[in-house]
């Protein structure tokens, strides 16, 4: 995707285009009251009505609306070319929202063999008690995912690149697929953000995000986002989004904001930093392979060049040594802090199969006991080599 077609918006409802000008602007005018130029905190539960009924700006009871989470739902769907954004307390709270919204009993669902392990105990041991069926299919394989639809499969869930895998999947090939089949095409979009990738405008019909990771950036709140292109789907989430209530607090709306506008810079430093990392454990003795779609060897390398603006600031790496080399890797580490989460300024190591992904142990999604994540921060890449290089050894 090349910067003029990514870095604009031709159908914006704003005066300007630009990403890194939406992430600081949109749905976040001046405030009408203060001039305050950035978005108040509304800690607020409930609205004064003028008589029963009237309500003043359409504000009525926060769980329904409130401002400082809708400046961020705009800014939201805006960043993704969107045209409804939903915030959410969590990207699991996003994540169930939807699929309540979408799903009834007896239908199907076909998702990747390689996803957030989270999501996959979403369905695995929460949606499916509800009769709702899911298959497994190797989602960058368009074939596949063809073969692994049913008559009675409603929703495609597709993570691009996926955790913790980085593994490619060709969101304008899948868009197809989906739409032959009247499938929902779900996109959980949170390893690139919407600065590298725009799902939406490939064709997908939901993009999903913990604003946990990128989107926040600082590691200091906990939130979700959905974001659709059609309205009608856009009003049915909101709905539900209001039905179900996990929706994100003032506060929280607020640190999503303020991290989502430096997203641009951010990511920036991110990807050249992830791009000296995957080199060197590439040349590394003790590393076996590694997982990073920038490298030109990996699978996935040529789709995610035509779909991202650049490959992101995640990489895995598989150790030789097996498990217990890995976990001493992960032990070892200084400056990678190790931890669960990503996205965040600071850099973080863990061992997926003990941490993030121990829920999908013994699954299809099981990943490899030897695997080390990374989520390669922004600070200076020399001592970020020189760590990862201590901590193998
Ligand atoms: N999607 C992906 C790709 C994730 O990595 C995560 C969390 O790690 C989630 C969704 C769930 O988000 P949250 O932890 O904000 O509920």
Same mark, same amino acid.
């Given at each position: 995707m090349n910067e003029t077609e990514h870095g604009t918006r031709p159908d914006s409802p704003h005066a300007y285009r630009h990403f890194e000008t939406l992430a600081i602007h949109a749905g976040q005018p001046a405030d009408a009251q203060t001039g305050a130029v950035v978005t108040p905190i509304y800690q607020v539960s409930t609205y004064k009505q003028d008589g029963v009924g009237g309500l003043r700006g359409g504000y009525e009871y926060s769980r329904s609306a409130n401002p400082t989470r809708s400046a961020l739902e705009e800014s939201l769907a805006a960043l993704e070319s969107g045209r409804?954004?939903?915030?959410?307390?969590?990207?699991?709270?996003?994540?169930?929202?939807?699929?309540?919204?979408? #799903?009834?009993?007896?239908?199907?669902?076909?998702?990747?063999?390689?996803a957030?392990?989270?999501?996959?105990?979403?369905?695995?041991?929460?949606?499916?008690?509800? +009769?709702?069926r899911w298959s497994v299919a190797d989602t960058s394989d368009p074939r596949a995912v063809?073969?692994?639809?049913?008559p009675e499969t409603r929703v495609l869930w597709v993570e691009t690149p996926s955790n913790p895998l980085l593994g490619i999947s060709d969101i304008e090939a899948l868009a197809g697929v989906a739409r032959e089949a009247g499938v929902r095409l779900v996109v959980d979009n949170t390893f690139a953000s919407?600065? #590298?990738?725009?799902?939406?405008? #490939?064709?997908?019909?939901v993009v999903v995000h913990s604003t946990t990771k990128y989107m926040g950036g600082h590691s200091d709140v906990v939130g979700g986002a959905l974001v659709t292109s059609d309205a009608g789907l856009g009003e049915e989430l909101a709905y539900h989004q209001n039905a179900m209530g996990a929706v994100a607090g003032p506060f929280d709306a607020w640190l999503v904001m303020r991290g989502a506008k430096t997203l641009a810079v951010r990511m920036d430093r991110h990807c050249e930093n992830a791009t000296r990392v995957a080199e060197m454990l590439a040349g590394h003795p003790k590393v076996s392979q590694v997982y990073y779609p920038g490298l030109a060897e990996h699978p996935g390398h040529e789709v995610a060049a035509k779909q991202m603006k650049a490959f992101g600031g995640m990489v895995s790496f598989r150790v030789r040594g097996g498990e217990e080399a890995a976990v001493a890797v992960c032990d070892r580490a200084e400056l990678f802090?190790? +931890?669960e989460s990503l996205g965040g300024v600071e850099s973080l190591i863990e061992h997926p199969g003990r941490m993030t992904h121990a829920s999908a142990a013994g699954s299809p999604l099981e990943v490899p006991a030897d695997l080390v994540r990374v989520s390669v921060g922004i600070e200076a890449a020399d001592d970020l080599l020189a760590d990862l290089r201590q901590a193998l050894g």
């Open positions: 409804r954004g939903l915030a959410f307390a969590s990207g699991l709270a996003a994540e169930d929202c939807l699929l309540r919204t979408l #799903l009834k009993p007896g239908d199907h669902v076909v998702i990747p063999n390689d957030y392990g989270g999501t996959f105990r979403l369905f695995a041991k929460v949606v499916e008690r509800w +009769g709702v063809r073969e692994a639809l049913r919407p600065y #590298l990738q725009q799902p939406l405008q #490939l064709g997908a019909d802090t190790l +931890g």
